[in-house]
C-alpha cells in the first residue's frame, strides 16, 4: 500500500530555486533512502512532508490525504524528526515523551510505554536527557516520532554522530518497524554505505532533481545490464589480446584482465577462451556499488554547494 506519494514538488526560498520537481513514493513495509550530497534539498523536502514548509508547486500525500488540503488526516498518518530531536535537555525522556503525547488525542501511558520498549529504552527512560548519548537522545526521538502511531516514519539524518554499533541498532529498529509493523520509512542521509545496508530502495537527489532511483538487493540482474568482470587465466596476455580483438573496454589488472562486458555475452566469450586452449581460473563479476552509480549519476550535474 502506497504511504506516500510526492509528485512534481516544487520549493523556491528568497527567489532561490531550491527543489526542481521531485517525484517519489514510499509504500508500507518498506525503507526508502533519499540520499544527496549537502545542500541538495533533503531537509527541504522533509519539511515539507511534515508540513511544516508551504508548497509552491505539485503535491504531497500522506496515505491519500494531500498535506496541503486535508492537513490534519495527513498529519496523524506520519511521525517524523527534522535534523535533531528537539528534547528538553533538563526533563527525564519520560517527561519529554508525556508532553508530546498531551499535544495529541488518545494517547494514553500504554502507548508510551510501549514505544520506549520498542526503542529499547526502558531502562533509562526516567534519567535526564542531559545525560543521555546521541544515540539515546535519537531512540527518545523516534519513539515520540511513533507515539501517535502514525503509518509513514520520516527521518532526516538519523545516523548523523552514531557509531558504528548505534548504526546497527537504528536499522534493526527501522527493519522491524517496516516488516513486522508495516511502518513505511522515509530516511535521508549522504552516506551511501548506509543507505546500501538498510534501504529496500533508494532516490538520489543533487541540486533539487531527483537524478537517480535505485533498487538495493536486485536478485534478478537484467542480461542487457553491462557489468565490470575480472578474468583470471593461465595466459593473461593471450587473453587480452583476444579481447583487444573485439575492439571493447578491458586492461591488465590485479593478476587478470578486466572487461567491461554485456551480461549476455559471457558464456561466448568462456567458451571462445577454452577454444583458443586458454585455461580459465576464474571469472569474477564485479559488484556496482551505489558509489560507483552515485557518481556516474551525479557527474555532469553541478554538485558543488551554491
Ligand atoms: N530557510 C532558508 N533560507 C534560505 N535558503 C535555505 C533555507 N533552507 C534551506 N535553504 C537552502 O536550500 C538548499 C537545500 O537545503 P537543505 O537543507 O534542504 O539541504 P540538505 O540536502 O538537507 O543538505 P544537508 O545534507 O547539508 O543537510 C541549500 O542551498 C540551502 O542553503
Ligand atoms: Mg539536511
Do not use: W
Not at 42 to 57: N, P, R, V, Y
Not at 131 to 150: E, F, K
Request: proline fraction near 2%.
Amino acid at each position: 500500500m502506497e504511504l506516500l506519494r510526492i509528485e512534481g514538488l516544487k520549493k523556491k526560498i528568497k527567489k532561490k530555486k531550491i527543489l526542481n520537481g521531485i517525484s517519489l513514493t514510499v509504500n508500507s513495509g518498506e525503507i526508502v533512502g533519499f540520499l544527496g550530497p549537502n545542500g541538495a534539498g533533503k531537509t527541504t523536502t522533509i519539511k515539507m512532508i511534515l508540513g511544516l514548509f508551504s508548497i509552491d508547486a505539485g503535491h504531497i500525500s500522506i496515505c491519500g490525504h494531500d498535506v496541503v488540503s486535508d492537513f490534519e488526516k495527513a498529519m496523524e498518518q506520519v511521525g517524523g524528526i527534522v535534523e535533531n530531536p528537539d528534547l528538553y535537555k533538563r526533563l527525564t525522556g519520560r517527561e519529554n515523551l508525556e508532553y508530546f503525547s498531551s499535544l495529541y488525542p488518545h494517547i494514553d501511558t500504554t502507548s508510551i510505554d510501549e514505544v520506549v520498549k520498542l526503542v529499547k529504552m526502558s531502562g533509562r527512560i526516567d534519567d535526564k536527557v542531559k545525560t543521555y548519548s546521541l544515540g539515546m537522545c535519537q531512540r527518545v526521538g523516534i519513539a515520540q516520532a511513533l507515539l501517535h502511531n502514525p503509518r509513514l516514519l520520516v527521518l532526516d539524518e538519523p545516523t548523523n554522530g552514531l557509531d558504528p554499533i548505534g548504526i546497527k541498532e537504528l536499522r534493526d529498529l527501522l527493519r522491524y518497524l517496516a516488516k513486522e509493523a508495516g511502518v513505511g520509512v522515509f530516511i535521508s542521509s549522504h552516506l551511501l554505505s548506509e543507505m546500501e545496508l538498510m534501504c529496500d530502495r533508494i532516490y538520489i537527489i543533487d541540486n533539487g532533481a531527483m537524478i537517480g532511483e535505485k533498487a538495493m538487493h536486485q536478485q534478478n540482474l537484467i542480461e542487457d545490464d553491462v557489468f565490470s568482470y575480472s578474468f583470471l587465466t593461465a595466459d593473461n596476455n593471450k587473453t587480452l589480446a583476444y579481447f583487444q580483438e573485439m575492439q571493447t573496454n578491458c586492461a591488465l589488472e590485479n593478476g587478470g584482465v578486466s572487461l567491461v562486458m554485456k551480461r549476455s555475452e559471457i558464456p561466448a566469450i568462456i567458451k571462445a577462451l577454452i577454444e583458443k586452449d586458454i585455461n580459465i581460473y576464474a571469472v569474477n563479476q564485479k559488484q556496482r556499488t551505489l558509489e560507483q552509480d552515485f557518481i556516474s549519476m551525479t557527474t555532469g550535474s553541478k554538485t558543488q554547494i551554491q
